[in-house]
């Protein structure tokens, strides 16, 4: 998993492209990035897979802030982020949700 941030110059803003490798991703159909930035909606943000396999999708994200978020693998499993920036306790099912600052 990778997560690379691009800030914006113009406003309080960055670009944030998370990635799930093509290592994990060519066993995969569908990948979905879910997180406070979307209201935890599991359909959203469907990631798209690449040639190589791997799964990328990018969210503008205001600049300032942490967002929890986790990815939904073929709509039944969930996965944090190894390169997370944190990780906090998921208070729902006690597992822990990956954390991005921005």
């Given at each position: 998993?990778?997560?690379k941030k691009?800030?914006?110059k113009t406003k309080p803003e960055a670009n944030v492209t998370f990635q799930v490798p093509a290592s994990k991703g060519k066993e995969l159909n569908k990948?979905?990035?879910v997180g406070e930035?979307?209201?935890w909606d599991?359909?959203?943000?469907?990631m798209k897979k690449l040639k190589s396999g791997a799964f990328k999708a990018t969210v503008k994200l205001a600049s300032g802030n942490d967002y929890q978020f986790r990815y939904l693998l073929d709509g039944a499993?969930?996965?944090n982020d190894e390169e997370a920036?944190?990780?906090?306790?998921n208070n729902l099912t006690y597992e822990e949700n990956s954390v991005?600052?921005?």
């Open positions: 998993m990778s997560i691009q800030y914006l990948v979905n990035l930035f979307n209201n599991e359909s959203a943000i469907e499993a969930w996965e920036d944190a990780y906090v306790p991005v600052t921005v």
